[in-house]
T-cell receptor, first 110, second 112 residues
Framework: RKEVEQDPGPFNVPEGATVAFNCTYSNSASQSFFWYRQDCRKEPKLLMSVYSSGNEDGRFTAQLNRASQYISLLIRDSKLSDSATYLCVVNHNYGQNFVFGPGTRLSVLP | NAGVTQTPKFRILKIGQSMTLQCAQDMNHNYMYWYRQDPGMGLKLIYYSVGAGITDKGEVPNGYNVSRSTTEDFPLRLELAAPSQTSVYFC???????????FGSGTRLTVV
């Protein structure tokens, strides 16, 4: 089993739709969790950290389920500019190794 | 504030050649990392450093070397380039090692 797995893409959704991505991780000792966004041919950029209590940033909501070892990202009212690849990132060895998932590609269509 | 600066942005190497990918950050971050990203794959850690003078291997270190003589710079050296090293290379830095990364814009390397 891979350390971090994500929903296979691509997800093609119309503007205004709500879309959710899931990510599972294999190491129960994982400490920190993040979602990154990567535009085509660009570097990844931190979208949001994922806290045990869940967190929200505008149209984006992240949830963590430690018992089931998965995290999720919900995007409401999708915009064309949300089109990108979303990377799930897990850190189980403090400071030393963030493990990146392969990413899920989202295309928001007009 | 430049953040993380990588040079060059693009490079084509012939098999067997060597080169150094440069990475510099101006945020006084202790943690620095080198990743490679192949099409459709997640980023793979090559080497990392938790401070000046300290480096350690990541998941895919073979064929690469690094040094960290200052807090700001973390160059990645490729010796005897091979086609399997064709990839996009990202340098990243972090303040605490657990607060998320700031990435450079990447170096696209092709080995022919």
């Amino acid at each position: 089993r891979k350390e971090v797995e994500q929903d296979p893409g691509p997800f093609n959704v119309p503007e205004g739709a709500t879309v959710a991505f899931n990510c599972t991780y294999s190491n129960s000792a994982s400490q920190s969790f993040f979602w990154y966004r990567q535009d085509c041919r660009k570097e990844p950029k931190l979208l949001m950290s994922v806290y045990s209590s869940g967190n929200e940033d505008g149209r984006f909501t992240a949830q963590l389920n430690r018992a089931s070892q998965y995290i999720s990202l919900l995007i409401r009212d999708s915009k064309l500019s949300d089109s990108a690849t979303y990377l799930c990132v897990v850190n189980h060895n403090y400071g030393q190794n963030f493990v990146f998932g392969p990413g899920t590609r989202l295309s928001v269509l007009p | 504030n430049a953040g993380v600066t990588q040079t060059p942005k693009f490079r084509i190497l012939k098999i067997g050649q060597s080169m150094t990918l440069q990475c510099a950050q101006d945020m006084n971050h202790n943690y620095m990392y080198w990743y490679r990203q192949d099409p459709g794959m997640g980023l793979k850690l090559i080497y990392y450093s938790v401070g000046a003078g300290i480096t350690d291997k990541g998941e895919v270190p073979n064929g690469y070397n690094v040094s960290r003589s200052t807090t700001e710079d973390f160059p990645l050296r490729l010796e005897l380039a091979a086609p399997s090293q064709t990839s996009v290379y990202f340098c990243a830095s972090s303040w605490t090692g657990d607060d998320g990364y700031t990435f450079g814009s990447g170096t696209r390397l092709t080995v022919v």
